[in-house]
């Protein structure tokens, strides 16, 4: 129906998609400790943001919590950004660099592996009292 709408028509694929996501996704979680930096640094800056909005100080008080909660929200879902853009380019990369798009996605496959047990190991080694 929307297609319809539409005065011209697109092609999406779902390899390059999926490829870049797998990727991304691996990478956020084996750079937890950036990306948990990230997200902190955007909710810090929403907040700061939030704050210069309002005049007086008890008007700012009395939705506080529930604004931060949003900043949080929306720091968190932002932080996704950066590593979509840095799988995207490592998807390209690897599809480019064996020649084939299933090579990205395997990549992607194997970042995402990797990346999870990194991060299994990291938390782990964390919790032990040694």
């Keep these: 129906m929307i297609i319809n709408l539409l005065p011209f028509q697109f092609e999406v694929e779902a390899l390059p998609i999926a490829g870049g996501s797998l990727w991304a996704t691996g990478l956020y979680i084996g750079f937890y400790p950036v990306s948990q930096w990230v997200t902190d640094q955007l909710c810090r800056w929403l907040n700061f943001v939030d704050r210069s909005l309002y005049l007086s100080q008890e008007e700012f008080e009395k939705t506080r919590a529930a604004r931060e909660a949003r900043n949080l929200l929306c720091a ?22 064996f ?32």
């Design 76 to 97: 968190s879902l932002i932080s996704i950004l950066p590593f979509l853009i840095l799988g995207s380019l490592c998807y390209c990369t690897s599809a480019w660099g």
């Design 99 to 130: 020649g084939g798009r299933s090579w990205g996605v395997s990549l992607g496959m194997i970042s995402l592996l990797i990346g999870g047990v990194y991060e299994l190991g990291r938390r782990d080694g964390k919790t032990r009292d040694y």
